[in-house]
């Protein structure tokens, strides 16, 4: 199982450090090239803009679309912004994903915060039941899911913080950032 992370900006590095722990083989992806041979990609937290901007100016936007058609892609925070199709704003998206997305929806005062989630799908594929701690870091929410995009975890007021879209997944929060090594083995578990 090979999984690159993209390595444009933002805490990719965090990502592979998860991988390794959980023996998948990582990559880092800068280039179109990079994504030969890759089992899944992992699109790290960071600014959204910055991410969107660089893969525009490396030429990654239609080959990353073309490989989330065939693969399975997880976006974190700035990631899952990316992943979308529809945030309000003109920047550039991926639109792999039928989810709409508000960034910095958390509001200044409280733009980071942890809470423990329950998410069903995760205790499932990982035989586990104890509650997923999860960081936000000036998080997005998912205002709504369409088409083919189904709710994976919302928070106790309703509000979505991560979806799924057959082998896409979008999360408000940042799994690489706890110990907790059970969302990157469900991602692994999509992209085998
Ligand atoms: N606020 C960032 C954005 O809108 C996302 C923050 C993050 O990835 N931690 O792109």
Redesign the pocket.
Known sequence: MKIGVLALQ??FAEHITMLKRIGAETAEVRLPKHLEGLDGLII????????GKLAVAYGLIEPLREFGRSHAIWG????A?FLSNDIGRDQPLLGLMSIKVK??AFGRQVDSFETDLEIDELFKATGTEHPYHAV?????IIESVSGEAKVLCALEDGRIVAAQQGRLLATSF?PELTDDTRFHEYFISLAS
């Not at 790290?44 to 991410?51: A, N």
């Not at 974190?76 to 990631?79: I, L, V």
């Not at 936000?136 to 997005?140: K, S, V």
């Open positions: 933002g805490d790290p937290g960071g600014e959204s803009t910055t991410i974190t925070c700035a990631g912004i960034r910095n936000f870091i000036r998080g997005p940042h």
